[in-house]
């Protein structure tokens, strides 16, 4: 948990309910702009029999009232000034004319209440405004500058390592790659959805595979990480080796390697380096193709860093309903993620060998064919989670 | 526009398309663990009658191969290693055994390609990788360091220039409120609405309601802006003394004042300040009330926010469909905006003045009725925009 200024605690999940320090707004005010009156003198009022009032002053924007009012009489109210004494309603200046200088007539009888919001009406003193675990929206924030808080408790950022594995994968900034390298997509990509989680990415490396590297890459970063991820190669050697490092890390140890989810079936998910008893630290070991990785890291990953971070339910996702524009194949017992692009209502499956990214890129969203289905037909109507 | 290194491009807008430097992946790429062959040479095999090749040699990876495939051999290659001249096609290790060392059995047959990405599949040299206007996604990272992209020119972020107005707006860090003033919440909930929409808030602080000091603030604002965003005060008077203020800013001026939408009837359009033909600076004179103010702006001024930000389409937004729990009235002619909780597929509606706030943050979101519609009956299929 740390303190945060209001101003950078978007998208922030709070750590404890917020509480209104006094009753908001904190005077009853006016919602429109007409006259303050006692409710009682309007009743009766019509255009053919109209009330008079007296006019007795004006309320000031941001002042207290200077007058009160009294029956038979009323007072000029701007929408959002403060109600004087005595009055328990507001009068639309749409339903009064001026009779006479220093007089009104009212053509509308007003309830009480009418015109006004409470000055209790939006929290009481001591009520709950923001509860415990909110992802701060931007209403949030409006509601917090109006009770006054500019500072709250937030969860920490999980930190979340991010490790690249692989004797082919260089950095994005090699200029010229040798014949078998290839840059390190996925920890971009890792960063930036981590980021989207609410999560501090930081950059692991690119780990060798060498026998002993990772698991001292990864000792060195349990004790300053919430989250692990690794990018653990695509080859069976360097995803045994990455089973293998994680493995001699410590207990709870590997829950489990292999996911019934296409693509991303070499997924390891395990908890390592907990003290006696204590939880240890999350550890995500990705498939290594990058599309596989990303689509593993979105379903199971980015929901991990929410719940780290102290957010029991994760925001909505943007999604929509399209026509599947071709049947689709799925062998049952495992979940698919299908690539889409969406167009006037139709989802159009992109296919192509998970090591591709321009799939990933030419892509609207996702489908997911569920484990009990051996396919969808043409024509169905699918939910596309879209990338936003 | 403006460079931005990789790390920090998530979500902003591409001014250019970025063109492949060289074919992705760059080399012909086993998608599989196996054994680089010649498809011809698998031709017919099957259990009952494998076909025996003479393995000549194993791809390292990130290295290049240092052994070819000739007739009748083949070479162990391991998943996103470099394909070997002479193969086109990867058997899967699954389909193969070692009959005896240095040769293996292969029992079943692939076609020319299988097991390969091509180095070029992913893109060719020159290929637009990444579109103009792009609001670039965690996966357009991955594919832009794979491509070796790690600066790009994209969009500035808009500079919106955010005031707020009214005698009894004080700032939301003032501890103590006299009678009828009111903390400023408006500007910290639109200062991230602006952010959301890929903008840059900049703060113009509080104006007080004497006239000319709009005037003079809005003219300070112009050079350095953007777009310019006024909460535009909730008394008549105020309203008013926003447009004489803009309107003195010279033309083109304002091009609306009154919209048909509920809440937030009093919002103003207007284009300022443009030297001559030019187009000047879009100012939104917003509704004072707060909620008003945020449903306005999240209609309106965020599409335009990324509009001028060079992001011609929005990125989708969250949603979902919900049935309707009880009957709305909405006046035809006029788009009514209703914030709704949504739970077990059913949205219902929070009803309130719009001076609260808290029907904001209780909202999970919002459904718009037409403006040619009546109102909605209970159990109506409603799409509810989902605040994120």
Known sequence: ??????????????????IAPHPLPGFARSTVDGYAVRAADTYGASEGLPGYLTVTGAVQMGAAPEVTVAAGTAVAMPTGGALPAGADAVVMIEYTAEAMPGTIEVIRPV????????????????????????????????????????????HARPVVTIFSTGDEVVPPDTATLRPGQVRDATASALAALVTDAGGEPAGGGIVSDDPGALERALRDALPVSDVIVISAGSSVGTRDETANAVGRLGPPGIW?????????????????????GEPGVPVIGLPGNPRSALVVFRLIGMPLVRRVGGCPAPPPEPATRARLSRDL????????????????GTAVPLFGASALLSVLTEADGYIVIPEEATGLDAGTDVEVFLYA
Request: a negative charge.
């Open 1 to 18: 948990m740390e303190p945060v200024p209001l101003d950078q605690a978007l998208r922030r999940v709070t750590a404890a309910p917020v």
């Open 256 to 276: 489990c390697h292999g996911l019934a989810i296409k693509p991303g079936k070499p997924t390891l998910l395990a908890e390592c380096g907990g003290p006696d």
């Open 111 to 154: 309830a009480p209440g009418e015109g006004v919001v409470r000055a209790d009406e939006d929290a009481a003193e001591g009520q709950e405004i923001i509860p415990n675990g909110r992802v701060l929206r931007p209403q949030d924030l409006a509601m917090l500058a109006a009770a006054g808080v500019t500072s709250l408790r937030v």
């Open 329 to 344: 194949a799925s062998a049952t017992g495992r979940l698919d993620v299908v690539q889409v692009t969406v167009a006037a």
